[in-house]
C-alpha cells in the first residue's frame, strides 16, 4: 500500500474540509495558536477561517508563520498530519494566503485542467 506521500493529493481550504473526510489533503495556512501540549496547532487559511492540525508526535520546535500540512481529513474535520513544513518569508515577502485561496478556487473549479486524482507514473 503506498503511503500518504506518495499519492496525489488535493490542495484544500478550510471551507473544503468537510469533502475530503477520511482522504488525504495538502493544507497551506498561517499558524494562530499552539496547544500548549504540542500536540496541535490551529491555523487560518486565505479566507479567515481556522482549521485544526493534530499531530502524531508532540512539536519539538516553535511554530509560526506560514506551514504546509499534508495528511488525512478526519471525521471531526481535523486534519491529522503525517507531515508539515514551515514556509519561510525570506526578503521580507509575506505569503499572500488570500492570492492563494483565490488560486484553489480556480483549480477547484477547473479540475480537468488541475487533475488531483490521476496516479504518477513512474
Known sequence: MEGILDVPKPRITC???SQYIGRPVCFVGRVEKVHPTGKT???SDGE???AT????CVLDEELSGVVEVVGMVSNKGAIMASTYNVLRE???I???LELYAEALKVIHEFPQHYPFEVAASG
Open 15 to 17: 471551507g473544503m474540509l
Open 90 to 92: 525570506d526578503k521580507g
Open 48 to 50: 479567515g477561517k481556522i
Open 53 to 56: 492540525v493534530e499531530l502524531v
Open 94 to 96: 509575506p505569503f499572500d
Open 41 to 43: 496547532f490551529t491555523v
